[in-house]
């Protein structure tokens, strides 16, 4: 039960960070890629790919748990949810590399690479539909009401 609550609590954590990264990488894009804003937005980005990777973790016991506490357990709202939350896993995966790839150049006392924020706004952007997409799946596999 403990990871059904970890999953539905951190969860929110990355479906308001993915839009919020994506949103400070657009603002910051024209600023040096080894200043002090993107100093933090590469951390971010890799602290935002944890918590995709424990969200993602914790989701097969959260099905569990929730097929003893749903009635009727919406099989393929799981199977569709779990399907979009591994993509969602695997593009944050990958801007978490680039933050990674951000700071390795940075204590190498190079500067990062200037396609690197171009292609953080593609994955970003393209996750945030993804991720907001999972959430409403997510919603509905409790909320079969609303379908």
């Known amino acids: 039960m403990i990871f059904n609550w970890l999953h539905i609590s951190i969860v929110h954590l990355a479906v308001i960070g993915t839009p919020w990264l994506a949103y400070r990488v657009i603002t910051q894009r024209r600023v040096p890629l080894d200043s002090r804003p993107w100093k933090i937005t590469f951390s971010w ?26 009635e009727s357990f919406p099989q393929e709202h799981v199977e569709n949810h779990a399907l979009w939350g591994r993509i969602t896993f695997v593009i944050q995966g990958i801007t978490g590399l680039a933050g990674v790839m951000g700071w390795a150049s940075i204590l190498q006392d190079e500067k990062p690479e200037k396609i690197i924020p171009k292609i953080l706004i593609a994955l970003l952007t393209i996750n945030t539909v993804v991720i907001l997409y999972t959430a409403h799946l997510g919603g509905l596999i409790r909320r079969t009401d609303l379908m």
């Open 45 to 70: 980005l890799i602290i935002l790919a944890v918590i995709n990777g424990i969200a993602y973790f914790t989701g097969p016991e959260t099905a569990d748990w929730t097929k003893q506490v749903l």
